[in-house]
């Protein structure tokens, strides 16, 4: 069975990656590990989202959308259920899954290799996410969030600065 | 039964698990918000990697700064000689003066009748896995009697509430977060207020009308009114004041330091507190909880005792 293999959309090639056995679940842990146990010591870690950059790296990298959509979901819910009590399970979810199917579908049309294409669509994603999550809490939980705020802009360059060396970790999870 | 067209099966599927998510955070949202069993399974599942993780960070950072980052070792030297001297300079200062041996004396007091409290002290193994939420993880739960909205403090001041208990691990909820309150009262005019989190490092006291006065550094200690914290913890400390319609807009640095809180003590008693019995109590007592110890702070503004509450 071939582990890499191509979509052909057009004239473009584009590889569908497949991973080591386990990887997947192995970097999800680790990733949720260190988004709770991090901030104890180091509080502003917490600016980075973890689970979000792993959401986005796989979704961009296995181009199946359903696929795609379900790691977000299982991500995001894991994250609703190690967060505060007012974070209901299911905020963080339905944000990362839409996260994970738009990432999946990019992916499966362009080409999201190239360092630059990676911090792009990691500042885009962010802001989707946050734009999904500020929408949810306004719309279901009557909490009033501001649309925009510095913590938020720094949060999109400082995850989309980590998230593409972040991937370039992750790539050497991919079978060659 | 009409088919789904292959190429459009992962967009019917998103819809599907969002409009699921969305009616199973509708369900919640109607429900009390009692600790849920997916929070339990998780947390219990990822809690004893935080104790390993938390054990295992603290290890390296101890070896770190003992045997390594000595660069600077000199200079702090140096500098905590300073300061020691100046603090032995004030400490002289502080026992030549006969009414500073008055509230010491009471102090001592105070801190026997603490002795009988039932407190706990634990460790925070870990945070909130968002940063929209202010939480921590304990390494104690309900095996060590820990119960929803029991106070947590340090010797500093107020940390937060107990918001979830797991059978060995507890949620706290900041002071900081902005779900978050306390019963509070400035110390100069009794003015009493609650204060609550705004998400972000500074408090907020709401309710101090524009014609009453507040000083910045003024001190925001707990009132005793919201029934979990005794009276005179302290809370924090006024930092910016501004005037606002209908309120006063007020800001307050934390008494506690929340943003690296390594140990923390657990007020082990969610007993309404008895606050005339407070007020008439011989602080010789030990065998008063700590609600109902007469505070340091009250005995010594006794003579001028009256309390002013604010109108929200």
Do not use: C
């Not at chain 2, 190429?7 to 998510?21: A, D, T």
């Not at chain 2, 599942?45 to 950072?61: C, D, H, K, L, N």
């Not at chain 2, 009794?190 to 408090?203: D, F, K, R, T």
């Amino acid at each position: 069975m071939n582990d890499t293999y191509e979509l052909r959309m057009g004239e473009a090639h584009i590889e569908v990656h497949k991973f080591r056995g386990g990887s997947i679940v192995m970097a999800t842990i680790i990733a949720v590990f260190l988004q709770t146990a991090i901030p104890v010591h180091f509080p502003k870690f917490a600016l980075l989202d973890l689970p979000l950059l792993l959401t986005i790296y796989f979704g961009l990298s296995r181009r199946n959308p359903s696929t795609g959509l379900l790691l977000g979901m299982t991500i995001g819910l894991l994250q609703d259920s190690l967060s505060g009590p007012t974070v209901p399970i299911g905020l963080y979810g339905i944000a990362k899954t839409i996260i994970g199917y738009l990432a999946s579908s990019i992916g499966a049309r362009l080409d999201t290799e190239h360092p630059i294409a990676r911090f792009a669509l990691t500042v885009i994603f962010f802001g989707v996410h946050q734009g999904i999550v500020i929408l949810t809490r306004r719309l279901l939980l009557a909490q009033p969030e501001p649309w925009f705020t510095m913590h938020l802009a720094i949060g999109a360059a400082v995850n989309a600065i980590v998230g593409v060396f972040l991937f370039m970790l992750l790539d050497r999870l991919r079978k060659n | 039964m009409v088919a789904i067209p292959s190429r459009h099966k992962s967009l019917f599927l998103l819809i599907g698990v969002v409009v699921l998510q969305i009616l199973f955070l509708a369900i919640q949202i109607r429900r009390d918000s009692q600790g849920r069993l997916i929070r339990v399974w998780t947390v219990g599942a990822v809690t004893p990697f935080e104790r390993v993780g938390a054990s295992g960070v603290g290890g390296i950072r101890g070896v770190w700064n003992h045997y390594f980052a000595l660069q600077n070792a000199a200079r702090d030297n140096e500098r905590l000689t300073r300061e020691n001297a100046d603090l032995k300079l004030q400490l002289n200062e502080l026992q030549n003066k006969a009414d500073e041996a008055d509230r010491l004396a009471k102090l001592l007091d105070f801190r026997q009748n603490h002795k009988t409290v039932p407190m706990l002290a634990a460790r925070v193994i870990a945070a909130s896995a968002d940063s929209a939420t202010q939480t921590l993880y304990l390494d104690r739960g309900e095996h060590d009697g820990i119960r929803r909205n029991m106070g947590v403090i340090t010797p500093d001041g107020v940390v937060g509430k107990i918001s979830e208990t797991y059978p060995n691990t507890s949620q706290v909820l900041l002071l900081t977060d902005r779900d978050s309150g306390v019963g509070a009262m400035l110390v100069e005019s009794h003015i009493q207020s609650p204060v609550g989190g705004a998400g972000e490092p500074l408090l907020s006291m709401k309710y101090v009308a524009n014609d009453d006065t507040v000083a910045i550094g003024e001190h925001v200690v707990t009132s005793g009114m919201d029934r979990i914290f005794p009276r005179d913890l302290p809370v924090g400390t006024v930092a910016q004041i501004k005037d606002g319609n209908p309120f006063k807009q007020i800001r307050l640095k934390p008494a506690a330091n929340l943003e690296s809180l390594e140990d923390v003590i657990v007020l082990l008693s969610v007993q309404p507190l008895d606050l005339t019995k407070s007020e008439n109590k011989d602080t010789k007592n030990s065998g008063a909880p700590i609600a109902e110890a007469k505070p340091v702070a009250e005995a010594k503004k006794e003579p001028q005792s009256k309390s002013k509450t604010a109108k929200p």
